[in-house]
């Protein structure tokens, strides 16, 4: 990765530069076409004009090697810019393991940012510079877009289920956020600022913000007051798979398929039990749609997190 490379767009994040060249080229290849295209047009109706004497008496034949190089020569370049943006687009959501993590709560016309450490934030994130940061988003009623047009990074957030993008601030100072999904009335108004502050300032940022406890603190109260511990501990009568070391490993399901446990495998698993049974348990477990909010479940998800992910 080309960490501060400065894009001529002037761009804030590491995926300035490689959404740039993929854009500048784009531009390049339909500019080019457009404008030959309209050239030509221009061209020949100026030349075969009503009236004109341009020589008219060799009508075109078919030529075949000009319609096989005008088919083959735009597919090799799509083929081209296929595989560059897909590759790019894997890289912005393939998050480092070592990245920050931070929850983005979206809603009729607010954006809510929880950090790990359990600092809230509305309409303004503070991120550090230098440091790879990874946004797990959800909606609590329509689709949005978390769009940071200088950290050439738009990702929709949906309803019902958690999306992530993730990137690495280039440069300190105020960015801004736009909310791109027309999302009701007030969409035009739901923005923000990304903060970028160096690791120092951005630590004592961080400690000196709440005295909220944590989100896995939070996480492992509601475990209790749910009713989850009741079920999920090794010492309790109900047998339920056992959650120390989920987080990010293979489950093996009734049905014979397995699937990793990720954010959206444990909110289904609380809200849906009975979508995907594990291998070896009865379905027994209630659902809990309805009687969590998504903080809630924001904050169970990283408790569980906190009980383990493999080596
Ligand atoms: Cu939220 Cu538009």
């Not at 923000?192 to 005295?211: T, Y």
């Amino acid at each position: 990765m080309n960490e501060g490379a400065e894009s001529v767009l002037g761009s804030a994040s590491t995926w300035g530069a490689k959404v740039d060249q993929l854009f500048v080229t784009m531009l390049g290849i339909t500019g080019f076409v457009a404008l030959t295209v309209a050239a030509l047009i221009v061209f020949f109706a100026i030349r075969y004009r009503p009236g004109s004497n341009a020589d008219r008496s060799h009508p075109p034949t078919q030529v075949r090697w000009v319609e096989i190089t005008w088919t083959a020569a735009p597919l090799v370049i799509f083929l081209a810019v296929f595989f560059w943006s897909s590759s790019l687009f894997r890289q912005i959501h393939a998050a480092p393991v070592n990245a920050m993590r931070i929850h983005v709560l979206a809603r009729q016309w607010m954006w809510k940012l929880e950090h790990d450490g359990g600092r809230r934030e509305i309409d303004e994130l503070h991120v550090p510079l230098g440091q790879p940061v990874e946004l797990i988003m959800t909606s609590q009623d329509v689709i949005h877009s978390f769009f940071i047009p200088a950290f050439r990074v738009k990702q929709d957030v949906l309803p019902g289920r958690y999306t992530s993008v993730w990137f690495t601030a280039t440069r300190t100072g105020r960015f801004d956020l736009f909310c791109a999904e027309y999302c009701g009335t007030d969409h035009a108004n739901m923005q923000g600022d990304i903060v970028v502050m160096r690791p120092e300032a951005f630590s004592r940022w961080l400690a000196s913000g709440s005295d909220q406890p944590g989100l896995a603190t939070r996480g492992f109260e509601l475990y209790r007051r749910a009713g989850c511990s009741g079920c999920h501990e090794p010492t309790s009568s109900v047998p339920a798979p056992d959650l120390t070391g989920l987080f990010g490993t293979p489950v093996h399901l009734a049905d014979g398929s397995t699937v990793i446990a990720d954010e959206n495998y444990i909110r289904d698993s609380i809200l849906l039990p009975r979508k995907q049974v594990v291998a070896g348990f009865e379905p027994v477990m209630p659902s809990f749609q309805g009687q969590l909010d998504e903080e809630d479940l924001i904050s169970l998800i990283a408790y569980i997190k906190s009980r383990g992910t493999p080596p």
